[in-house]
């Protein structure tokens, strides 16, 4: 679960991690009343959207000499003027991809003078099993960049959970940012309050970019993007309820009410399939036969009919679906649950695309006969191999 930028300042604060003030706004009179509250003389208007590269991003319903979707301003007026352009219009980024997000919220903050920035994140390294801290000097840069052209300005260690975050962990941070003195100080206090935050919080990621000094000789974090475990969230009620629904793909927010793994892909064809493995493997051969898959969608181990109907309701409402792939090992799953819900599914949504499914495994033999004895268009197949090249070629022949 991701949040938005001006939760994530407002939590790191609540951990003693210094932010500039700030007030979110989902109005362009509450824009100009946060200004308000605002020492100034510079404030900063920021789009809020779960998306990077704002700053540089344009808005469609704007003139594309017109400015991203972070802006300065100096007074009360154009703050309002800002604010006017970004709320209710679409913000496209690098990370959004061409349909962009529509823009909901804004956050005023209060303008900082910037002498240098830095990077720092804090992830779970999954080789180790631990938490790991990561560190560049080069802040406000596309960090993939950095680790693609100069990779030795980024410093990597982890934390062992045994003895938790140390105070040579924060000399290290200090280190890799060359701080010395009071600011080494600051980086230490800084790296262990953001590493508590991130235990606190059972956090997947916080990503502070950039984490800057000052002109007044303070590190105070200007950005932050943080995401949670989702699977800990019943943990955390208060941080559940910071989720914006709105910024979710609406097939993705639908699939998660039913435990369904969904995820939307660029292809043509839809995928169901039991087991996180055996739904890459699926993609993977479906590829290699000339086609791409829609979708990522793996239905668990323990899936009811119902659940397999809504998995289904849910690739076809992809409009780019072309044709459906469904391919099951029973083990804990039973292939006769599976077909039913399959049958069930094509028949409530009138399923007018070709359908290709393999079964193996628990009942498979009662599952063929539900689907053979169905009435419906489903062409079975033998094995996974047999069924990837069945469905492309069945995608090509209704073309």
């Keep these: 679960m991701n949040i938005h930028e001006y939760q994530a300042k407002e939590l790191l604060a609540k951990f003693g991690v210094p932010v500039p003030a700030g007030y979110a706004a989902m109005t362009v009179d509450e824009a100009v009343e946060a200004s308000k509250k605002l020492p100034g003389p510079l404030y900063v208007v920021k789009a809020q959207i779960h998306a990077g590269g704002r700053g540089k991003g344009k808005f ?15 007074t009360a007026e154009e703050v309002r003027a800002a604010a006017a352009d970004m709320l209710g219009n679409t913000l496209v980024t690098v990370q959004t991809g061409e349909h962009g997000k529509q823009v909901n ?18 992830l779970v390294d999954r080789a180790t099993g631990r938490v790991a801290f990561v560190v ?61 935050a991130f235990l606190g919080t059972d956090a997947s990621q916080i990503e502070i970019n950039p984490l800057a000094v000052t002109d007044d000789g303070k590190l105070m974090v200007l950005d932050a993007k943080v995401g949670f475990d989702g699977n800990a969230m019943f943990r955390h009620k208060d941080l559940a309820e910071l989720r914006d629904e709105t910024e979710e793909d609406p097939a993705e927010l639908e699939a998660s009410k039913y435990d369904l793994a969904y995820i ?39 899936a009811t009919k119902e659940k397999v109907t809504a998995a289904f309701k849910i690739i076809l409402s992809d409009p780019a679906v072309k044709g459906i792939l469904v391919n099951i090992f029973g083990g804990i799953m039973r292939c006769d649950i599976i077909a039913e819900g399959i049958v069930a ?37 033998n094995d996974l191999g047999d069924a990837a090249k069945k469905i492309v070629a069945e995608v090509k022949k209704a073309a």
Excluded: W
């Design 60 to 74: 469609k319903e704007l003139p594309a000499d017109a400015k991203g979707g972070v802006r300065l301003a100096k």
């Design 136 to 196: 560049s000097t080069e802040g406000g840069m596309d960090i993939e960049t950095v680790a693609h052209d100069t990779p030795e300005k980024i410093h990597t260690f982890d934390v062992d959970p045994a003895t938790g975050f140390m105070p040579h962990h924060g000399r290290a941070v200090a280190n890799a940012l060359g701080l010395t003195g009071d600011l080494a100080k600051q980086a230490e206090k800084l790296a262990s309050k953001v590493y508590d």
């Design 345 to 381: 599914a094509a028949k409530e949504v009138n399923l007018s695309v070709p359908l290709v499914v393999r079964l193996e495994g628990t009942n498979v033999e009662q599952g063929k006969a539900i689907l053979a004895s169905s009435g419906l268009a489903i062409v079975p197949a």
């Design 264 to 302: 939307k892909l660029d292809g043509d064809i839809g995928c169901m399939v039991n087991g996180a493995g055996l739904a890459m493997a699926t993609m993977d051969i479906i590829k290699l036969n000339g086609m791409f898959p829609a979708n990522f969608l793996d239905v668990g181990g323990g």
């Design 105 to 122: 919220r804004l956050y005023v903050t209060d303008g900082v003078d910037i002498a240098k920035e830095f990077y720092l994140a804090v």
